[in-house]
């Protein structure tokens, strides 16, 4: 076990702050990497200031980032996948029981045993839980590792290892996209991605946003269209139409309204995650069939396809890079929906702490 730098939250109103955390000495199976990119995602803020209380309570002192870009410094033994110097990922996840019926599904993320990348119960008890990518390095089991393409810039592909997959899994699953009306609500970190996985898959893809001033980013980002969800004539022009909507807003928001979008068989499926339950009206379902669903991340072998698939079109994520001493200014600006499109951490700023 030795200690490295990271940044936490000491409680749920406190900043972040540096700070020091033990990481645990390689196993045959582990990977050490030294973090380079990490993106930060809503889901950081929805745990640093315990909005998910009621299903995941936060533990402090907590250490945030699950969007990891690195490169490997020390492998154990029997790791085969990877050796020192390989530019690498680490997503949301970064352990499982590998034996139930979702680990054998290549469906990781739903394991009752998951180990989430941090604020989960450690297994290797090198601290109370897992300690995330606001920090100079980790250490993961080398079936939660990812490869990353070599043509991509890494600042921007730190976010695809979370708010990549997290919408590419949702569209793969619906089925074939192309010529499909595809809209997607609330254009952050989440939205964009989805934009440019969409317009990737051939769909006409429509951008719900509450920001006008995303407009034109939302067209430049690959959508055909956009509406102002405020604009209720707007919404009327639209309503009934859309083949698949995914809702990424991490807020309280009106659900029907959205789900009146729909045209008959449609789905919407949810991403985001706000702090409070939705009302869902009844006849928003019925008339038109339509379904509502959420979805997860993805597993460790779809996130490796989306990587890929990245890869092949040339697809990274629109980020501001900030130095780490920055992070509670980002955590505040992403409160106000101003991020363009993904806050990607510079983990070099951290060794100036
Ligand atoms: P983000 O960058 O803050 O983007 C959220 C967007 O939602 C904002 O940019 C804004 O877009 C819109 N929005 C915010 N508040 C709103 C409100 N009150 N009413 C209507 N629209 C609003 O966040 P993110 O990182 O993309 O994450 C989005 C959500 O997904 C979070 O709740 C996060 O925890 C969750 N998440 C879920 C998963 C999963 O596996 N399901 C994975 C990662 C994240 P406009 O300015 O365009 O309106
Ligand atoms: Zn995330």
Redo the contacts with the bound molecule.
């Keep these: 076990m030795h200690q490295i730098k990271a940044y936490s939250a000491a409680n749920a109103t406190a900043p972040l702050a540096v700070t020091t955390i033990p990481r645990r000495a390689t196993t045959a199976s582990d990977v050490r990497i030294e973090i380079l990119f990490c993106g930060i995602?809503?889901?950081d803020l929805?745990t640093v200031r315990d909005e998910w209380h009621s299903v995941m309570p936060t533990t402090y002192p907590c250490v945030p980032g699950h969007e990891i870009v690195g490169r490997v410094t020390q492998v154990g033994a029997a790791v085969t996948k990877f050796k020192s110097g390989d530019i690498v990922g680490v997503g949301c996840l970064v352990d499982s029981d590998h034996s139930c019926p979702n680990c054998h599904d290549h469906q990781e993320q739903f394991c009752r045993n998951a180990t989430f990348t941090y604020n989960s119960p450690d297994k290797h008890q090198t601290a109370p839980v897992t300690y995330g990518g606001y920090s100079e390095s980790i250490v993961v089991d080398e079936s939660f590792v990812l490869r990353v393409p070599a043509n991509l810039e890494l600042a921007g592909v730190a976010p695809l290892l979370?708010?990549g997959i997290?919408t590419y899994s949702p569209m793969r699953r619906w089925g074939d996209l192309k010529g499909k009306k595809v809209g997607v609500v609330?254009?952050?970190?989440?939205?964009h991605m989805g934009v440019k996985f969409a317009r990737a898959f051939g769909a006409h893809v429509v951008v719900f946003?509450?920001?006008p001033g995303?407009k034109a980013d939302a067209l430049r980002l690959g959508a055909h269209e956009t509406i102002i969800?405020t604009n209720s004539e707007e919404m009327k022009q639209h309503a009934g139409s859309f083949n698949f909507i995914l809702d990424?807003?991490?807020?309280?928001?009106d659900l029907n309204a959205y789900l009146n979008m729909l045209g008959r068989d449609g789905n919407l499926t949810l991403?985001?995650?706000?702090e409070k339950p939705l009302a869902i009206s009844a006849f928003a379902l019925l008339f038109g069939r339509r379904s509502l669903s959420g979805?997860?991340?993805g597993g460790i072998r779809e996130t490796q396809e989306m990587l890929d698939f990245c890869g092949a079109h040339n697809i990274t994520s629109d980020v501001e890079v900030l130095p780490i001493q920055k992070v509670n200014e980002a955590y505040a600006r992403?409160v106000r929906?101003d991020?363009k499109y993904r806050f990607s951490i510079d983990m070099a700023s951290l060794k100036s702490d």
Aim: with cysteine.
């Design positions: 995602c809503h889901s929805h979370c708010a997290t609330g254009l952050g970190g989440l939205g946003t509450t920001s995303k969800s990424t807003i991490a807020a309280e928001h991403v985001g995650a706000p979805s997860l991340i992403m929906s991020v």
